[in-house]
């Protein structure tokens, strides 16, 4: 875009638009509405989607801090129990089901391990796109390993494994309303779990695009935002399962 | 648009001051030992906030006025704020209002410790005060000076008194305890009122005696006072608990430390 | 900009609810035993709930900050369009559950819009506490849900899509606001959907966080253990910054138009950036100010009342800075003028009674009293329909190509001012004189003795009210047959007054502007006019 030429005719009183430049020539960069094809302009969508989901997982935090401290208040907490007009700690710890957690964590960090490679998988795929778009070449891509796959199994196995855990938990006895600590277990394993979900989700809809022949660049930011927010999922169950197993 | 501005402004500030100053409606008459002292806070803090309010809303309206467009008016000042001068006087300015804020603190603030740090003195009145929906139901301990255990499960609210607030007959020490409609307390002795809520939360609000304290299911909250004037006061609740919260009204009647004795005296006997 | 007009259309259609709202409860005090009690309470909780949220939090962020966010700092569009759709359907469903509320069977919650358990966790504990307590519930994560997605477009769009030379430092005040406020947003929504959806649970599984061992209509509860006070603490964390989140924006909007209506610079506008971030900071950290008598440790209290007390720092600072920046200019009183002008004069009226209800002693008597919604209303409720209102009229004539008419505009202005003055004012004596809140009918003595200053306030209501419509009037007929209206007709420099009117679908009509000077230029000695756009080359000014 070279220059500004104002199609309005001369310059109105009330505006600058003629005089001095109200909407001046464009000197280069800038947030053009035609992105240049092969120029990276996804480098900077993608850039915008990592700050998105920055931003996004504050309150993803302040949910589970939130969480987290009614489980500590709760936890602590004396209530009246008029039965004996004394005032009495109630606070049962339920049996955690810590083998089942212990694989479930194996099985989550796996998949931590499977997008990155995913991830990684498809920042070489997106770099290499512009060559293999020169007809006659091909990079073999067909037969690269599926990480993404691997990692959606992976993910649905873990659902399932806390799905197992509540489960145990309930053949035991330990239902949502049984008492507190059984109250904070399902939460705390089912917020995680929905939002767990929701990276599964979004890493199908990734997948989907293979099918779908979207272009590389919307894969690979979904990808890429994805892997973070997986990351962060799988910290954040590290630590619920250690405020679960040792802040009893 | 500015004169009137100015005058709008002028009459808002005159007029709202003035009924607070003239106290056309004001707290009632304090009945116990804290009110005068709280009462003089609130003025301080009213003197305090006053001014300020005066202050602005005049600067306001003179400024709107001084400094409207007329015709043919130079152009307005090219003031961005950010010289040295300009931000001394915002500092100023931030400080005079901190100021006014300590200063106001400085004087009220012992009165919150005064009463909330330390718990009720010895040989006061003992009163558990029993919240729900949507009535007033208040228990005194007895001869034994302790209050007998409840069981939700023996609450029956039809059958009054005792049985409301579901006093277990078991306890040896609920025995002596009786539970009155009206709170009756001696006058110039302390009160040791424990609030308890038994279904959502209430708040006990006695406006003239400048108490309020909210009662808390699973909680026996302590909160005292020293009421110093004869007569029957309002105790209304203060915390929304349902369809019939502006009907929760109760009564404290403040009688001599005879009358007391005789009262409480004939309702011990009626436990025998 | 769709988003924004519809966003704004839902704003005022909730604004016209208020209106009814606002009619009814009053229509209990001289009108007694029409409303039933219980509904007085319906009514009282859904005209809160519906006013804090889905007006006060949604108009000025949502309706605006998406219209003029973008155009404002030189983008096209929001930074993530999609999510921004979803943000308002997420938010448009949240407020269908809320109304819906009224429908189900046993009608809407009576519980305040505050929701205190167990009053609200039990499904028995009154009318509208079954369904209706659920579908409030739901509504408001689902508006927490959408809240947050706007939060976050309004952060990245801020951080990532300025223009070249939009400098942090460069952004008009407006954009600082609602950057601001969406952090407030995104730190404290995730709090109180968090405390949703534990509320949820203690309804509908059978869980205790919040209700304790106990009883309700006779019958016991199957609840023990748990804590009313948590629910309190987690609501309040959230709700104190919910009152910035409602004010902030129009704070951004109202030192706008304060300066582009007195034709000068704001007095000091780092000041103001400052006082906002430190507003931020400290709203954390006040929240137990709701909280004085509620059974919380008189210690904490104390501690609460301090930062209380700090906090009124930074609002009377930029209070000072509104009047300054008008001092020594050269005013035009025009309808968003006006509405700017009053929003400093409720400020201050809403401001000074806070130090009373600051200090925990003086709460005592005050708590739960008239004096207190004769507080918040003033500094939160009017204040912030007043910024709401001028930036409504300010960008009308730029949303939709038309002026909108003036005199009906300062009509609507004077009979809104003065009538929020003469419904306000009164509540404070009300409370002093210890009339308590959420009261249907005054069954006490010293009560029905105030009822006077009661009818008063209703038939200012009323007044206030049909003034209203004037505004309806205007809006309708503006659209329909208003003057047309220039590109910049308020002769302002931000880039908004740059573009086309109404602007083309991607703001600048594949232009990108470039920023050379500070959104607040004016009387700059020398220049050719009384002002400056941020885009003009010829001034550059240093910061």
């Known amino acids: 875009m070279a220059t500004f030429t104002p199609t309005a005719p001369a310059h109105h009183p009330l505006t600058s638009r003629g005089i001095g430049g109200t909407l001046p020539p464009i000197a280069g960069g800038g947030d053009n509405n035609r992105p240049d094809p092969g120029l990276p302009d996804y480098r900077r969508r993608l850039r915008r989607a990592r700050l998105g989901l920055l931003v996004i997982l504050a309150p993803v935090l302040m949910l589970f801090v939130s969480f987290t401290s009614a489980y500590i208040v709760r936890k602590g907490l004396p209530t009246f129990d008029p039965a004996t007009n004394s005032v009495v700690h109630d606070w049962l710890p339920v049996p955690l089901p810590t083998t ?100 599964v989700l979004a890493l199908l809809i990734a997948g989907s695009t293979v099918i779908l022949r979207r272009p590389l660049e919307s894969r690979r930011i979904v990808v890429d935002v994805t892997a973070w927010y997986w990351h962060f999922m799988a910290l954040l169950w590290i630590y619920i399962f250690a405020l679960l197993e040792f802040a009893r | 648009m500015a004169l009137v501005l100015l005058l709008f402004l002028c009459l808002l500030t005159f007029s709202s001051l003035y009924f607070f100053v003239a106290k056309v409606w004001w707290f009632q008459a304090g009945a116990s030992s804290v009110a005068a002292s709280l009462d003089h806070q609130f003025v301080n803090t009213g003197i305090a906030m006053g001014i300020a309010f005066l202050v ?23 003031h961005r704020g950010e010289s040295r001068p300009e931000v001394l006087f915002i500092v100023l300015a931030a400080c005079l209002f901190m100021a006014l804020d300590i200063g106001v603190d400085l004087l009220g ?93 209430h708040s006990f609000g006695v406006p003239a005696m400048r108490v309020k304290q909210d009662a808390m299911p699973g909680l026996a909250i302590h909160t005292h006072f020293t009421p110093t004037k004869l007569g029957d006061f309002d105790v209304v609740c203060s915390q929304l608990c349902g369809l019939g919260h502006y009907k929760m009204h109760g009564i404290v009647r403040v009688v001599t430390q005879d009358e007391f004795d005789k009262w409480q005296s004939a309702r011990e006997a009626d436990k025998q | ?108 919650p009576l519980h305040g819009w ?119 603490h987690l609501f309040w964390f959230f709700g104190h910054p919910e009152v910035y989140i409602a004010i902030l924006p129009s704070m951004g909007i109202v030192s706008t138009l304060l300066s582009v209506f007195s034709r000068k610079p704001v007095f000091s506008y780092k000041t103001i950036v400052y006082s906002m971030l430190t ?28 930062t209380t007390m700090a906090i009124t720092v930074p609002s009377a600072v930029l209070t000072f800075c509104w009047i300054a920046t008008l001092w020594r200019g050269k005013i035009r009183f025009t309808t968003p003028a006006l509405f700017a002008i009053g929003f400093v004069s409720l400020f201050v009226s809403g401001g000074v009674s806070g130090p009373f209800l600051a200090q925990p002693a003086l709460d005592i ?60 004012i009164p509540m404070h004596y009300l409370g002093l004189a210890g009339y308590p809140r959420r009261y249907s009918q005054p069954e006490v003595g010293y009560l029905r003795d ?58 600048f009509g594949g232009l990108t502007p470039v920023v050379h000077n500070g959104p607040y230029e004016y009387s700059v000695p020398g220049a050719p006019r009384d002002y400056v756009m941020q885009t003009d080359p010829a001034t550059v000014t240093t910061h």
């Open chain 2, 109 to 201: 603030g012992h009165l919150w410790a005064a009463e909330r740090f330390r718990p009720a003195q010895a040989g006061s009145t003992l009163v558990e005060v029993n919240a729900m929906q949507f009535a007033w139901y208040f228990r005194y301990p007895g001869p034994d000076g302790r209050f007998g255990a409840t069981k939700p499960e023996l609450e029956d609210a039809s059958a009054g008194g005792e049985s409301a607030i579901g006093i277990d007959a078991r306890d040896p020490a609920s025995k002596d305890d009786f539970v009155s409609g009206v709170m009756y307390v001696p006058v110039d002795r302390e009160v040791d009122a424990i609030l308890r809520a038994h279904d959502v939360i």
């Open chain 3, 279 to 306: 507003i931020v900071a400290l709203s954390f950290t006040v929240w137990g100010h709701h909280m004085f008598i509620s059974g919380m440790s008189p210690y904490s209290a104390y501690g609460f009342s301090v």
């Open chain 3, 365 to 424: 008597p005050l708590h739960d009293t008239y004096f207190v919604t004769g507080h918040f209303h003033l500094i939160m409720g009017v204040a912030s329909m007043f910024g709401i209102l001028g930036g409504f009229y300010y960008w009308f004539p730029k949303m939709f190509g038309k002026m909108m008419n003036e005199t009906l505009g300062k009509l609507h202005f004077w009979f809104t001012f003065a009538g929020a003055y003469a419904i306000f």
């Open chain 2, 56 to 78: 602005a809303q005049l600067a306001l309206g003179f400024i709107l006025f001084k400094y409207r467009d007329r015709e043919g008016k130079a152009r307005a000042a090219y």
């Open chain 3, 114 to 232: 505050t929701g205190y358990p167990p009053l609200s966790a039990l499904q028995s504990s009154g009318p509208g506490e079954a369904a209706g307590a659920d579908f409030w519930g739901i509504g408001i994560a689902l508006f927490c849900v959408g809240a947050l997605l706007g939060g976050l477009n309004f952060i990245t769009t801020t951080l990532d899509m300025r223009a070249r030379g939009m400098t942090l430092m460069r952004m008009p005040l407006t954009c600082w606001a609602w950057f601001l406020t969406a952090i407030l947003g995104l730190l404290a929504f995730g709090v109180l959907l968090a405390a949703c959806i534990l509320l949820l649970m203690d309804r509908n599984l059978g869980t205790s966080f919040f209700v304790p061992a106990g009883t309700i209509n006779g019958i016991v509860t199957a609840h023990k253990g748990g804590s009313p006070l948590l629910w309190q």
């Open chain 3, 1 to 108: 900009m769709f988003l924004g007009i519809v966003a704004v259309f839902v704003g005022m259609f909730l604004s016209l609810l208020m209106r009814i709202h606002l009619v009814w409860p009053a229509a209990v005090l001289p009108f007694l035993g029409d409303i039933k009690p219980e509904t007085y309470l319906t009514l009282v909780t859904m005209h809160g709930t519906i006013m804090v949220f889905f007006v006060l939090t949604t108009a000025p962020q949502g309706g605006f900050g998406n219209y003029a966010l973008p155009i404002q700092i030189g983008a096209p569009d929001m930074a993530f369009p999609v999510l921004n759709m979803l943000s308002f359907w997420i938010t448009f469903l949240g407020f269908v559950v809320m109304v819906g509320a009224f429908f189900v069977t046993g009608g809407a």
């Open chain 1, 100 to 199: 089942l957690f212990l694989i479930n964590t194996i099985v989550l960090l796996a998949s931590s391990v499977t997008i990155e490679r995913a991830r990684r998988q498809i920042v070489r795929q997106a770099a290499l796109a512009p060559v293999s778009d020169i007809p006659g070449v091909s990079l073999g891509t067909e037969r690269e390993f599926p990480w993404l796959g691997i990692t959606i199994l992976l993910g649905i196995a873990f659902l399932t494994g806390q799905w197992l855990a509540w489960r145990d938990l309930a053949d035991r006895g330990f239902f949502v309303s049984t008492g507190p600590s059984s109250s904070f277990f399902y939460l705390l394993t089912g917020a995680h779990a929905v939002h767990l979900l929701g990276g």
């Open chain 3, 450 to 507: 105030l009822m006077p200053v009661q009818r008063f306030i209703t038939i200012a209501a009323f007044i206030t009210i049909a003034g209203q419509l004037i505004f309806l009037c205007n809006l309708i007929w503006s659209l329909a047959k208003g003057r047309k209206a220039t590109d910049n007709p308020w002769e302002a420099t931000t880039l908004e007054w740059t573009t086309a009117t109404p602007p083309p679908h991607d703001n």
